[in-house]
């Protein structure tokens, strides 16, 4: 540690100064981990250290120190940490810390030289505490050691809980989506034997006053599942026996999760799969049933219902007034625990459901085309990760026989793919301004068109390609028979793979968005109060993040289009470090989080949607999370510069 000429004298930072004691414990509270810390905890910080200040300009501690031998937590004042980039070694990242930061926590761990050089940006305040307290501190404090090991990103759970505060606030919910499967499946589910007759079944049924039964085999492998909606069809056939083996009726191979499942895991598949049931297996062996009105009764969480009535309702109107409770139900699930992640899950899924309707709906005024076609998904909603302020990014895809019947079957089916464009508009998915549409001709297109489409936007990559492919390749297929779209999705992985120089291009691509505006960080750790800049958590945070994931997932051969799930892959193909995929993966959901709530608050106040924040309405703990969430974007976009040599 480097001594400043002018630093406080060694001694306690308090001394017998009972107010000195109060008002350092009053600013400790102001923090993560500290306000989650026994006072007797706090206490042993306060009493241990010593209060050293270091004016502007003087380095507090740097790698020739030797292994770190002291604790900082600035009490007031700047510090910029610097150090080279992880990813990059002709980058130099630089972090400003300020009142609450501490350092440095790896380097005390882990009993070694700081890789940081840390200086006071301006005249600076530090508790200081020596490596023997501050390892004690880790020994006695759970709070303090979680917040030592995993840094910044340990407080998403408490912003999290503080999210749901809010909204328990106004919805009175007291149930969280993230407990286990467990804590609500019925424990002891209603079976019966597959041989057992219908009139039986129906009477188990009706004497544990339950709304399914699975039938089993001899050791409890689910077999099938006969529930109400089973029993509505069996009686609309006035040919079936009451006699009929139940086994003959049930619903075969039933849906099933673990015990340690979510309960918001468990919902979306029953909204997925429109079903009002879900069994619950352990090693294959049925443990418990969950069902919807469980979650309803514990939960008020109207996803199943709402699901279910989208992809039920018989008219544009119908879908309308459904999806009005879209900004309600986010509101719900916020309440209920549920993170930014599984909630833009839950918005594509429900927009899915909307689109295969609209689809359906229009088909049946229109009239079917006499041939298979599938509708794609391009973007955000191919990712699962739409917020509730969505456009339309879509296409077609079906099979032909030549280029004639390719433009025969196009003209056939773009009146129809136009008219559900329209009528997803009125469904409050826009209409996308760059006419990335499945109406638009250039993208109603055979399998063999597409191939030589994305063969063209490979091989002879320009501006105009390479933007295409930011959008055409983050796909998924949404409804309808698969038209050739696997073999498709194939080739163009293996293309990619085969073609390095669009990689390189695509990445540089990906490196152009602007870094956040430069008053930002300093504002974000100097003050909270007047007015802060605006950042546009999209072009700034988002965008980079999926845009450099994108490149890094293409070039590995990875299908699937989640940001979350390709990073997993990521780090399975140790392409990037697992601690870096769980870095980055929490700083999207932070981002995407502060994103759902902009756009909540927007839609209550009635303002026209955006993705501009406004910084100053942050709280404490959540500027310190959008300071490290920038800060892990930046991390991913030097790891492409570094990987392509840009």
């Known amino acids: 540690m480097t001594e400043s000429a002018t630093a406080a004298p060694h001694s306690a930072a308090l001394g017998q100064n009972s107010q000195a004691i109060l008002a350092f414990l009053a600013f400790l509270l102001q923090f993560a981990p500290f306000q989650h810390m026994e006072a007797a905890h706090c206490m042993y910080l306060i009493e241990k250290a010593s209060l050293r200040f270091y004016p502007a300009g003087d380095i507090i501690t740097q790698a020739s120190d030797g292994p770190a031998s002291h604790w900082f937590l600035i009490r007031q004042g700047l510090v910029t940490g610097q150090r080279i980039n992880p990813h990059n070694n002709s980058h130099t990242d630089e972090l400003l810390l300020s009142a609450g930061d501490s350092f440095p926590m790896a380097a005390l761990v882990g009993d070694r030289p700081t890789r940081t050089t840390y200086l006071a940006t301006e005249d600076t305040f530090c508790l200081v505490l020596d490596r023997d307290a501050f390892v004690q501190l880790l020994k006695v404090s759970e709070p303090f050691r979680a917040f030592a090991l995993h840094g910044v990103s340990s407080l998403l759970s408490e912003l999290q809980l503080q999210v749901q505060a809010q909204a ?10 993230t407990a286990p499967v467990s804590d609500l499946a019925l424990r002891n589910p209603v079976t019966c034997a597959p041989d057992v007759s219908l009139r039986q079944a129906v ?3 009706h004497t544990h006053q339950v709304g399914s039964v699975v039938i089993v085999d001899h050791l409890l492998t689910p077999m099938g599942i006969f529930t109400l909606r089973d029993l509505r069809r069996v009686i609309a056939d006035s040919t079936l026996s009451l006699n009929t083996p139940v086994s003959s009726l049930m619903t075969p191979d039933p849906i099933a999760v673990s015990p340690g499942a979510s309960l918001f895991d468990a919902a979306l598949i029953m909204a997925e799969h429109h079903i009002a049931h879900v069994c619950v297996a352990s090693n294959g062996l049925l443990v418990g049933v969950l069902s919807e009105r469980d979650l309803f009764a514990l939960q008020r969480v109207d996803l199943v219902h709402l699901a279910r009535a989208i992809r039920q309702a018989d008219s544009l109107d119908a879908l309308q007034r459904h999806r009005a409770g879209l900004s309600r139900l986010v509101d719900a699930m916020l309440a209920h625990g549920a993170d930014a992640g599984q909630i833009t899950r839950m918005i594509t899924q429900l927009n899915d459901h909307t689109t295969s309707r609209v689809i359906e709906l229009v088909l049946r005024e229109q009239g079917n085309p006499g041939f298979d076609f599938a509708w794609l998904v391009f973007g955000s909603q191919a990712r699962g990760e739409q917020a509730l302020v969505t456009d339309q990014d879509n296409a077609i895809i079906f099979q032909a026989d030549s280029d004639e019947d390719a433009s025969t079957k196009r003209n056939v089916l773009l009146p129809l793919a136009q008219a559900i464009n329209q009528a997803l508009d009125r469904c409050g998915l826009t209409l996308c301004r760059g006419n990335i549409m499945a109406g638009n001709p ?7 068109e597409w191939r030589r489409r994305f063969d063209d936007i490979i091989r002879s990559p320009n501006p105009a390609h390479i933007l295409e492919a930011s959008v055409f390749f983050d796909l998924r297929p949404l409804w309808g028979n698969d038209c050739g779209f696997e073999a498709l999705q194939q080739h163009l992985l293996a293309e990619v793979a ?20 430069g008053t930002l960080r300093t504002w974000l750790a100097k003050t909270m109060g007047g007015p802060g800049p605006e950042l546009d958590l999209k072009r700034h945070g988002l965008a980079p993040f999926t845009d450099a994931i994108r490149v890094l997932a293409l070039a590995a051969g990875i299908p699937q289009a989640c940001t979350h799930e390709r ?22 959901r932070y981002l995407q989080l502060v ?49 392509y040599r840009l």
């Not at 328990?168 to 989506?177: I, P, Q, V």
């Not at 250039?442 to 063999?448: G, I």
């Open 168 to 177: 328990h606030a106004s919805l009175g919910a007291h149930f969280s989506l």
């Open 203 to 205: 009477q188990t049924m």
């Open 442 to 448: 250039d993208l109603c297109l055979s399998t063999t």
């Open 498 to 517: 085969d073609h390095p120089d669009f990689q390189r291009l695509l990445a540089q691509a990906a490196l152009q968005y602007p870094p956040a505006p």
């Open 567 to 588: 990073l997993k892959r990521l780090a399975a193909f140790k392409i990037i470090k697992p601690d870096d995929a769980t870095a980055w993966s929490e700083a999207c």
């Open 595 to 643: 994103r759902l709530q902009l756009h909540q608050r927007q839609a209550s106040q009635g303002a026209e949607p955006s993705n501009t924040l406004q910084v100053d309405r942050l709280n404490n703990l959540q500027r310190r999370m959008l300071r490290e969430a920038l800060r892990q974007v930046r991390h991913a976009q030097a790891l492409l510069a570094y990987r």
